[in-house]
């Protein structure tokens, strides 16, 4: 397990980590949430050495983080980058030798990952003649061609297609069921609601919410209703306790207490008319986030 | 030996990258073309240099003559016959044949005798009438050669501090030191700035601590610099020691060795301050202005060294060659032209070792704050304050 201790790092003026604390178990797929500049890549680099935190500890299996163990991570940065110039097999080959696999093994790993993501042909290629998209799939190759026991990714989705998405997620759902931990981090909180079970939001180097996607948002005093009904009475909600307006619509979104009783709420729009569309849901993760850090 | 992994690792993918990029074969094929280029022309002036005597003779004993002339000078003899002696002094007005002999006792000196060759020619033609006498006697002509000169022992008088072809060499070494060091510096400088720019180093450092990453990359880079360099010796070597009849210097195992050893001590110093400054910067086009600094003190190295070329072992060389990082291009300097002391090189290589360890200390730690900071120059304080451990 992946454990940040109270970890705090300032740059400046910049109080980029303030005492955040969080837990990556293995076979976890961990989205690291926050907006731009809220620490994340901070935070990820303080498990490959590459920042040091002023205080607090990294610990992996409870002890703090040795290079030696780093062999047994893998690290997509932010920043993407390779060797522009070496032939992409030649590449994967050598980040697996760097991380401890012996030759040969390091160069079938590096030839089944390029197969998988269809890249067979192209091994010869040097990595500067393949097209963005991948270039992408080479760099993620590069963080699992050891296997590694920590996954970390830094903003993994960022500049993927539709498609692009569904075979990252994939990816990392196959890991994290491998027993692997994985953690990414995201600033588009829609699309990790969908991939992660569990999320942790990091706001101004802090954490604000941690736990199951489901109870963090249960667990919010707020309910969202949308309805999209006739009601000759547009003002029927005014009524209603502790109500607050999100969006007139259509369809129209009412922000309500968590404890109302959705029939009644339904009862009271719908009246004599039609309806066509009704929800009442919790918020979602952007809504929750928004909520926690008050926005 | 976890360290010596990485850095092998590391070390190798340098290497073999490096060798096969396009830079280092033509680097490799243009100094070859330099050196093969320079052997022959050398080799072009030194035969022009060959001096020929042209001799003409109206009946007189040839081969004595030519074999006298040729033992007793360098010079090659172009000899021939002439019918008459009226022909022969004709033709010796016009300056060819230089001189003359007619008869085995006659000497005949025209316009275009030199000093040298007349004493030649009256020595070979008084010799001669030895030969013929000595032929008739029944002894061959190798035998009057033998009797003539082959008793006799040349030997040549050197002063080994003022010998021009050690200074020849030594100022070559030099020139070699100043351009592998300073090309195979860059490289390793272009190579860390790629790596910084690229951002691939982020992924590396997560398996490999910066020191190693420094470590194999000046093994790496500077193993395939030794190679060409002694690709160029070896040839240069082989080139001088066929031509030698033509009087180039020789290029000898202790030149070789002594040009070698300081390479290794020059690169571990210059690789990591190009390192280091490669760390400072982001992008290519500042790379070479930030290494304008270590390329001043290569450059007046350089200068300092050329300054012994005529022989001379001048203070200022004397004492930059004890200062690091003066003394890899300027010791070797002296130490083949055997100017400097056992106690004097013994100095130099331990404040070059001592140097060079202070950098690879300091300069590693820099290295490794500035490798992580992207966006412009860093300074050197920067750096070496961020700088991560662990």
Known sequence: MLRFESISKRYGD???????????????????????????????RTVFGL???DAGSVTWGGAPITPAMRLDFGYMPEQRGLYPRMRIAKQ?????QLHGLAKQEATRAAHDWLERFGLSDRTGDRLEDLSHGNQQRVQLAAALVHQPALLVLDEPFSGLDPLGVASMTDV????????????????????VEDICDSVVVIHRGAIVLDGLVVELRTASPHRYVEIDADNPNRDWYESIDGVQLVDPGPPLTLRVPAHLDPKMVLASAVGDGDLRHFAFSPPSLSQVFREAVGQ | MTWWRSVHLVAIRELRERAASRAFQVSTAFTLVVVIGGLAAAATLGGDDEQVFTVGGVAAPRPGIVAAIELGSEARVEYTDFATAAELREAMLDGDPAIGVVGSDTVLSGPETSPELLALTTAAVAAAGLDERAMALGLSSTDVQELLGGGVRVEEVTDASDDEGRSFIAFVGAILLFVSILTYGQWILIGVVEEKSSRVVEVVLGAVPAPHLLAGKVLGIGALGLAQLLLVLVIGLAGARSLDRVGLPELDAAAVAIITFW??????????GFAVTGSLV????EAQNASFPLTMVMTASYFVAATALDGSDNAVLRILSLVPPFSPITMPVRQAGGDAALWEIAISVILMVVAT?????????????GLLKTGGKVSLREAFRSAETG
């Open chain 2, 263 to 272: 390479f290794i001590l020059g690169f571990a110093f210059y690789a990591t």
């Open chain 2, 282 to 285: 982001s992008r290519q086009e």
């Open chain 1, 172 to 191: 990392l759902r196959d890991q994290a069921s491998g027993g692997t931990a994985v953690v990414f981090s995201s600033h588009q909180l829609d699309l």
């Open chain 2, 357 to 369: 360890l202070a950098l690879l200390r300091i300069g590693g730690r820099i290295y490794s704050g």
């Open chain 1, 14 to 44: 910049i109080q980029a980590l303030d005492g955040a604390s969080f837990s990556v178990p293995r076979g976890a797929l961990l989205g690291f949430l926050g907006p731009n500049g809220a620490g994340k890549t901070t935070a990820m």
């Open chain 1, 92 to 96: 994967l080959a050598f980040f697996g």
């Open chain 1, 51 to 53: 920042v040091r935190p």
